[in-house]
T-cell receptor, first 114, second 115 residues
Framework: AQSVSQHNHHVILSEAASLELGCNYSYGGTVNLFWYVQYPGQHLQLLLKYFSGDPLVKGIKGFEAEFIKSKFSFNLRKPSVQWSDTAEYFCAVNANQAGTALIFGKGTTLSVSS | DVKVTQSSRYLVKRTGEKVFLECVQDMDHENMFWYRQDPGLGLRLIYFSYDVKMKEKGDIPEGYSVSREKKERFSLILESASTNQTSMYLC??????????????FGPGTRLTVT
């Protein structure tokens, strides 16, 4: 069965620190990979996505993620976090087939102190 | 602009009540999904639909049913609400073909409390 594992439940950082959130997935076929973010009291929003091509993808607000196929990983990075990055982050995967549902990880809460 | 709306942001119901959660999308998407979000568990798929009147069970369908009579509307029904269905419910939609397929767009969520 497909699954997504996020390594960290809660990450606490100071402003300007670098961020890396781990995500590994389990699936035998071709996948699409996503990172979503949920700011306090707001909608789930798409941060970035990988469908094919360059394994290093850039998203909104300075976030990027690298797809490493051999490691089944899709880690999220940001060189310098801001207080406004405080949010919950979800990694998700679906099969590269139209209409398939997303499988989500359990989420990582990021708290950034100013 | 892409838009998924849900009928209520907050809902409080009593145990045993029948509950309807409505979701409407204005993007002419073929696929619609219902997830529930619980702390520490992430989002889990309840049901999805890839066409009008079509539905598929997700990972946790027990205690829920769905209805999709029109393409733009997908309803989640709790036949007899129970306290363990207290949760945040998120609706999403996606299209089947063309650029941007596979990407899901989410509504704001309905926080349901069953007392």
């Amino acid at each position: 069965a497909q699954s997504v594992s996020q390594h960290n439940h809660h990450v606490i950082l100071s402003e300007a620190a670098s961020l890396e959130l781990g995500c590994n997935y389990s699936y035998g076929g071709t996948v699409n990979l996503f990172w979503y973010v949920q700011y306090p009291g707001q909608h789930l929003q798409l941060l970035l996505k990988y469908f094919s091509g360059d394994p290093l993808v850039k998203g909104i607000k300075g976030f990027e993620a690298e797809f490493i196929k051999s490691k089944f990983s899709f880690n999220l990075r940001k060189p310098s976090v801001q207080w406004s990055d405080t949010a919950e982050y979800f990694c998700a995967v679906n099969a590269n087939q139209a209409g398939t549902a997303l499988i989500f990880g359990k989420g990582t809460t990021l708290s950034v102190s100013s | 602009d892409v838009k998924v709306t849900q009928s209520s942001r907050y809902l409080v119901k009593r145990t045993g009540e029948k509950v309807f959660l409505e979701c409407v999308q204005d993007m002419d998407h073929e696929n619609m999904f219902w997830y529930r979000q619980d702390p520490g568990l992430g989002l889990r798929l309840i049901y999805f639909s890839y066409d009008v009147k079509m539905k598929e069970k997700g990972d946790i369908p027990e205690g829920y049913s769905v209805s999709r009579e029109k393409k733009e509307r997908f309803s989640l029904i709790l036949e007899s609400a129970s306290t363990n269905q207290t949760s945040m419910y998120l609706c999403a939609s996606s299209k089947t073909t063309g650029q941007g397929s596979y990407e899901q767009y989410f509504g704001p969520g309905t926080r349901l409390t069953v007392t």
